[in-house]
């Protein structure tokens, strides 16, 4: 077995962030993901079935308080659609980066003793959140079907806003892993924002009711990655009556900004990551 580590003088370096061949890294991410989810659902008798129990329940408790009680998408078409499709978009990123943060601790002995390119762990959380999200999707065009939305071209736009919210998540979750080996309140901080991002984006109400009450507000509530993605795929996939991300915005020029922060955070966690991958094994 390869040494994990390589020593040079008095200090200890490991492997980097991405060495070799990147079909490596992609392999390895993959075979990694894989585990991860037999090791999950090893002894479940429902296996998979177990992780939609968290988004159906929490989108049939939401969707009773606030069609029921609170009639709050009653001017909203295919609002039960409406609601678990933002569900399952939010529990994408929550999983993707919340995992993440304590994932290079997690596999600690791994990093130790085996030399790969560091990228793989991170990345193979993302992978495992982003093969839940393909199969909640599924759930989500079965209620489609049954709530009678119709099909159209515009659902092509769906892959692309997809792929958008997996390098929103790669790189928040290279940064969050990364940082929470040096600074472990990353993730008590990080599981308060995760919260403080379910209601800052419209999922629960429509972006309509922030347009007419605080119309100055609007345009930074839709600065946030995940509220313009989201936003998008109810205009292109569900209602084509409702804003689209651009028309919420205030001009389709502005969703440079949602997009821009994308590519940062992306920049920013491939470059910190890069930095400091070859000083991991040191710091656990």
């Known amino acids: 077995m390869a040494a994990a580590d390589v020593t040079t003088g008095f200090r200890t370096v490991s492997p980097s962030a991405l060495s070799g061949d990147w079909r490596r890294t992609v392999y390895l991410a993959f075979t990694l993901a894989v585990t991860e989810l037999k090791v999950r659902f090893f002894d479940s008798a429902l296996g998979y079935l177990w992780s939609l129990m968290r988004p159906l329940l ?3 408790v939401l969707y009773l308080v ?3 009680i609170i009639p709050l998408g009653d001017e909203i078409e295919f609002y039960p659609v409406v ?3 933002g569900i399952v978009l939010y529990t ?4 993707a980066t919340g995992d993440a943060v304590e994932s290079m601790v997690k596999h600690e002995s791994l990093i130790r003793r085996v030399a790969f390119p560091r990228l793989v762990i991170p990345l193979a959380v993302t992978v495992t959140a982003a093969f839940n999200l393909l199969m909640n999707l599924i759930v989500v065009f079965g209620f489609m079907a049954l709530n009678g939305v119709p099909i159209r071209w515009t659902w092509l736009e769906l892959p692309i806003l997809i792929g958008l919210l997996v390098i929103l998540a790669v790189g928040v979750a290279l940064l969050l892993s990364v940082l929470y080996v040096r600074f472990r309140d990353i993730k008590p901080i990080w599981g308060v924002f995760l919260q403080a991002l379910f209601y800052m984006t419209p999922i629960l109400y429509p972006v309509e009711m922030i347009i007419k009450r605080y119309p100055e507000m609007v345009k930074w ?3 946030n990655p995940l509220a313009a993605v989201n936003q998008q795929v109810r205009y292109a996939v569900l209602d084509p009556t409702a804003p689209s991300a651009g028309a919420a915005i205030g001009g389709t020029w ?8 994308i590519a940062v955070l992306f ?3 491939l470059v910190c990551f890069a930095r400091m991958a070859p000083r991991i094994a040191e710091e656990l």
């Open 58 to 60: 929490f989108f049939g």
């Open 66 to 68: 606030f069609s029921q």
């Open 83 to 85: 609601l678990l499709m």
């Open 92 to 95: 994408f990123v929550s999983e």
């Open 221 to 223: 509530v839709m600065c």
């Open 254 to 261: 502005r969703l440079l900004a949602p997009l821009g922060l």
């Open 267 to 269: 920049v920013a966690g």
